[in-house]
């Protein structure tokens, strides 16, 4: 019987590979692992929770014996943190191949993270675009680095509200969330631009899983109370959600896939991008707006205090 479409089985071997993962511990994050990790990769685990990254990769060292996974704490809402783990990494790894940019937060009331940031902004996109920042001349030294961050559908119905960037005034959980998943692929598109100009041996792409069966539908309307979301959230995942592996795939074929270019955008195949295998997608007008890419950039290197030198 003939296989359709890209899967898990096309990664190449991962062998003598250094990807780091953030979020790794579950969901996609956990399903990426677990496929890189197989395939030979050292999997540096960017997770906030120590004690759930631990269960993962016993989790994972149970199915992959002689899998190599070093966990590393990661806390992206606050960039003491970000700044602390890009130290160590840099100190104990002279090599990096791949950063996937996976962690993120999905539809919470409003809060904001040590540094003052909203939430959901400041951990989907400012710490990413600090933690990619730190690494990045790392990344340039394989001759074939790659980041890939990991967006969302949801971009689609997101503004970047330069006005009120930090949503101090009418925050909404959704316009929150669908301002940072936008912002995401702001930013893998600006990078893109910016390694192509400096000549820099480094591709950046995007991916987003579609609609994927993970513990993050559940955490924002378990934290605002919202019973009637929640439900919605468990009935689509059991009527519309792929599995968490199929979610993977887009993050995955981004990542490994020898023909995969800088800029590209990966997402299901199928109807509404919801499901499918992994194909080239692609994102609305306001995700390829280079001038709020570009003002984005600017105050994320203002903001982060972490300039590219691009």
């Given at each position: 019987m003939t296989r359709k479409g890209w899967s898990s089985a096309d990664v190449p071997d991962q062998t003598g590979r250094t990807v780091i993962i953030t979020g790794a511990n579950s969901g996609l994050g956990l399903e990426t692992t677990k496929v890189l990790a197989g395939n030979g990769a050292t999997v540096v685990m960017a997770c906030r929770s120590l004690d759930k990254a631990e269960a993962a990769k016993q989790q994972i060292l149970a199915a992959h014996p002689e899998a190599t996974l070093d966990v590393r704490k990661l806390d992206l809402a606050d960039l003491s943190s970000v700044r602390a783990f890009a130290e160590g990494v840099l100190e104990a790894y002279p090599v990096i191949d791949l950063l996937i940019n996976n962690a993120g937060i999905m539809a919470i009331p409003r809060s904001e993270t040590v540094d003052g940031f909203e939430m959901q902004l400041g951990t989907n996109h400012f710490g990413h675009f600090a933690l990619t920042g730190?690494?990045?001349?790392?990344?340039?030294?394989?001759?074939?680095?790659?980041?890939?961050?990991?967006?969302?559908?949801?971009?689609?119905?997101?503004?970047?509200?330069?006005?009120?960037?930090?949503?101090?005034?009418?925050?909404?959980?959704?316009k929150a969330y669908g301002q940072s998943k936008l912002a995401n692929l702001l930013f893998a598109f600006e990078l893109d631009r910016r390694l192509r100009a400096a000549d820099r041996p480094i591709k950046s792409l995007a991916a987003h899983p579609?609609?994927?069966?993970?513990?993050?539908?559940?955490?924002?309307?378990?934290?605002?109370?919202?019973?009637?979301?929640?439900?919605?959230?468990?009935?689509?995942?059991?009527?519309?959600?792929?599995?968490?592996?199929?979610?993977?795939?887009?993050?995955?074929?981004?990542?490994?896939?020898?023909?995969?270019?800088?800029?590209?955008?990966?997402?299901?195949?199928?109807?509404?991008?919801?499901?499918?295998?992994?194909?080239?997608?692609?994102a609305n007008d306001h995700a390829k707006d280079a001038g709020d890419a570009t003002r984005l950039w600017e105050i994320s290197e203002e903001l982060t205090g972490v300039r590219y030198g691009l």
């Amino acid at each position: 019987m003939t296989r359709k479409g890209w899967s898990s089985a096309d990664v190449p071997d991962q062998t003598g590979r250094t990807v780091i993962i953030t979020g790794a511990n579950s969901g996609l994050g956990l399903e990426t692992t677990k496929v890189l990790a197989g395939n030979g990769a050292t999997v540096v685990m960017a997770c906030r929770s120590l004690d759930k990254a631990e269960a993962a990769k016993q989790q994972i060292l149970a199915a992959h014996p002689e899998a190599t996974l070093d966990v590393r704490k990661l806390d992206l809402a606050d960039l003491s943190s970000v700044r602390a783990f890009a130290e160590g990494v840099l100190e104990a790894y002279p090599v990096i191949d791949l950063l996937i940019n996976n962690a993120g937060i999905m539809a919470i009331p409003r809060s904001e993270t040590v540094d003052g940031f909203e939430m959901q902004l400041g951990t989907n996109h400012f710490g990413h675009f600090a933690l990619t920042g730190l690494l990045l001349e790392r990344l340039s030294e394989t001759g074939q680095g790659r980041v890939v961050t990991v967006s969302s559908a949801a971009h689609k119905m997101g503004r970047m509200h330069f006005d009120d960037l930090q949503l101090s005034q009418g925050y909404g959980e959704w316009k929150a969330y669908g301002q940072s998943k936008l912002a995401n692929l702001l930013f893998a598109f600006e990078l893109d631009r910016r390694l192509r100009a400096a000549d820099r041996p480094i591709k950046s792409l995007a991916a987003h899983p579609g609609y994927s069966d993970t513990n993050l539908q559940s955490v924002g309307p378990k934290k605002s109370g919202n019973k009637l979301m929640g439900a919605i959230m468990k009935l689509g995942n059991s009527v519309m959600a792929q599995d968490a592996d199929r979610g993977a795939l887009p993050s995955l074929r981004a990542a490994t896939d020898p023909s995969a270019d800088g800029g590209q955008y990966y997402g299901p195949g199928g109807l509404f991008e919801v499901a499918g295998p992994p194909v080239v997608v692609e994102a609305n007008d306001h995700a390829k707006d280079a001038g709020d890419a570009t003002r984005l950039w600017e105050i994320s290197e203002e903001l982060t205090g972490v300039r590219y030198g691009l």
